[in-house]
């Protein structure tokens, strides 16, 4: 198994930035495919960008596209979500998870407790 900590997020102004961290511990990191998924207050949690066992092959929902970027350190165990030009509607949980599967399944078997991102306007 693999055990996965985030951290990162808080409060920021519409425009600004944030970079989140998920740390994994256990298993080896790098044989899991890893995402990230955000859930706002009555909605349901939506993926938002995944990212294969390497690192080569990333993708990131339309919404978040040319403002988030997903990345991995396999040297360090540690999955980042850059976020910038933040908008209010980007408002909401955010969870890291991982999954011994191709990055785009929809079957996460592993996730974090979140961190909370909220963006001010």
């Known amino acids: 198994q693999v055990q996965l900590v985030e951290s990162g997020g808080g409060l920021v102004q519409a425009g600004g930035s944030l970079r989140l961290s998920c740390a994994a511990s256990g298993r080896t990191f790098s044989r899991y495919s890893m995402a990230w998924f955000r859930q706002a207050p009555g909605k349901d949690r939506e993926f938002v960008a995944g990212i294969s066992r390497s690192g080569s092959s990333t993708y990131v929902v339309a919404s978040v596209k040319g403002r988030f970027t997903i990345s991995r350190d396999n040297a360090q165990n540690t999955l980042y979500l850059h976020m910038n030009t933040l908008k209010p509607e980007d408002t909401a949980v955010y969870y890291c998870?991982?999954?011994?599967?191709?990055?785009?399944?929809?079957?996460?078997?592993?996730w974090g407790q979140g961190t909370q991102v909220t963006v001010s306007s």
């Open positions: 998870a991982a999954t011994d599967d191709y990055f785009l399944t929809s079957r996460y078997d592993y």
